[in-house]
């Protein structure tokens, strides 16, 4: 009998299995990769340094292949740019997660490569065991524990068998989601100037719909880590085919990994807690809707729910009201931004390439607002309030009418998820029911079509 049992060993699985396992509880940590492949992702690898200020620890300088500046955003027609502040690095995303790996393994985690999960097995509303299966053999094996952590990424491995009728088991829209393509590219003409030192990202709806594209510099400008994202929509956007239309062309060079993946863009699942289990990582949505970025905030959710669920079983009682506090704090720390950012992110997905150049060639907003909005929850009213307030606006009304709505319902948003998030468990499917209000009040306002729940 263990503890915890976490399914997948991503960052947060990783992060939270290491959590649990310091703290002196017997953890398995089941993953469907063997080991040799673990630590590997598609991903464009960057990370805001103010995430590991948070976590309380830094990666060691050998996983660490770039040190950034800040992010660069370009406009459409890559003719004016903004330069958002905040010191940030490139990961080898291997070695990283092997790095992770390993101080999980040193505290005592036992690790099942090469095991898949199939499902869990209920009783008395919660769960009792998962029944898991190693590649390649016969026979299923049952892993029983006090608690279970879905850490299993995009498509929630765990969180879509429980019962529908607990919280955390909510279904996604399909635009709550990005779907992304990117190499890892040694370049025949290495980068130079300033740029190299940048994260760049590039808006252009022709090139990367309803996301962005972006070239992350590695290894002194000599290896580009390239992509896009493009939202996952009725028009069916094919992030794979744009990029070898549009950004391949652009940079020749020796091809060193290349792969797609799907990235949550939206506000934090209602709840991350629900019975003897949690979800923390990309099966919670604990990512960044506007840049998509999910590392940092992947690792802090399994953080804050690490220590609750090591509170809760110190207590002797694993259940939603023993672990509720992981949700309050989770608000407080990331899922609050989060929930208005998915407000700025629909905002910002319709709009299309002329009117994002106008608002680059009117410096409609400076780098540092940016960067505020991208770290700080409870200033991004604010900033949308001073962007409002803009003079140059006045020549376009339109616009101006529908940056004062996203910042009323940014506002909204987050004070939903923060003062009026339910101080215990009992109220959250009323609580849901006013958030799923108020997103499809905004929604039907700007005129944007979810798309249909996600099939699984
Ligand atoms: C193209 C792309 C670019 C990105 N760029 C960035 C970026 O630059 N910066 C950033 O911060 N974030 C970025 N992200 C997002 C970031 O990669 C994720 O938010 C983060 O890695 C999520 O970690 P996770 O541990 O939740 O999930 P994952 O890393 O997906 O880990 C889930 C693990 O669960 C395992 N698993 C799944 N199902 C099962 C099962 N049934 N049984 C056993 N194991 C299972 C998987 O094999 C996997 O190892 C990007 C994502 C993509 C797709």
Not at 31 to 59: M, N, Q, S
Not at 65 to 75: A, D, P, T
């Amino acid at each position: 009998m263990y503890d915890v049992v976490v399914i997948g060993a991503g960052v947060a699985g990783l992060n939270a299995s290491w959590e649990l396992a310091r703290r002196g509880y017997r953890v398995a940590l089941v993953e469907r990769k063997p080991l040799e492949e673990i630590g590997e992702k598609t991903c464009g690898d960057a990370i805001g340094v103010h995430h590991f200020e948070t976590l309380g620890w830094h990666p060691p300088e050998k996983v660490i292949e770039i040190r950034y500046r800040g992010v660069k955003i370009y406009s459409p027609r890559e003719d004016h740019s903004i330069v958002v502040p905040g010191e940030g690095v490139g990961v080898h995303r291997k070695k990283f997660g092997e790095w992770l790996l390993k101080r999980s393994l040193d505290a005592g985690v036992e690790l099942y490569a090469s095991h898949v999960f199939l499902s869990p097995i209920l009783g008395d509303n919660r769960i009792e065991a998962v029944r898991v299966k190693e590649i390649g053999r016969p026979g299923t094996k049952e892993l029983r524990a006090r608690a279970f952590i879905d850490a299993s990424g995009a498509s929630p491995a765990l969180r879509k068998q429980v019962p529908r009728e607990w919280p955390i088991a909510e279904r996604p829209f399909i635009t709550d989601y990005n779907l992304g393509f990117r190499e890892i590219i040694e370049l025949e003409k290495p980068l130079e100037g300033e740029d190299k030192h940048y994260a760049i990202i590039y808006m252009n709806t022709e090139i990367a719909p309803g996301g962005y594209w972006w070239l992350f510099p590695k290894r002194g400008g000599e290896v580009g880590n390239i992509g896009l994202g493009v939202i996952w929509s009725r028009e069916g956007y094919n992030p794979r085919h744009n990029y070898y239309r549009y950004l391949k062309p652009r940079f020749p060079g020796r091809v060193i990994h290349s792969g797609g993946g799907i990235i949550p863009t939206r506000r934090p699942l209602p709840t991350l807690v629900w019975r003897n289990m949690a979800a923390v990582g990309d099966a919670a949505y604990t990512v960044n809707p506007v840049h998509g970025g999910g590392i940092g905030s992947s690792m802090e959710a399994a953080m804050v729910v690490a220590k609750h669920l090591s509170e809760a079983l110190e207590k002797g009682r694993v259940d939603e009201e023993t672990l509720w506090g992981a949700n309050i704090d989770y608000m407080r720390l990331y899922g609050a931004k989060q929930a208005g950012l998915d407000i700025l992110r629909m905002f910002l997905q319709k709009l299309g390439n002329e009117e994002l150049q106008w608002i680059f060639e009117k410096k409609l907003v400076s780098g540092e607002q940016i960067y505020e909005l991208g770290t700080k929850a409870s200033l991004a009213q604010e900033i949308v309030r001073n962007i409002v307030s803009f003079t140059k606006l006045l020549r376009k009304p339109s616009m101006l009418k529908r940056l004062i709505q996203v910042r009323d319902y940014m506002s909204k948003a987050e004070k939903l998820h923060l003062d009026e998030y339910p101080a215990k468990p009992s109220d959250i499917h009323e609580w849901m029911s006013r958030v799923e209000k108020l997103y499809e009040e905004y929604r039907a306002l700007i005129g944007f079509d979810p798309g249909p729940r996600v099939p699984w």
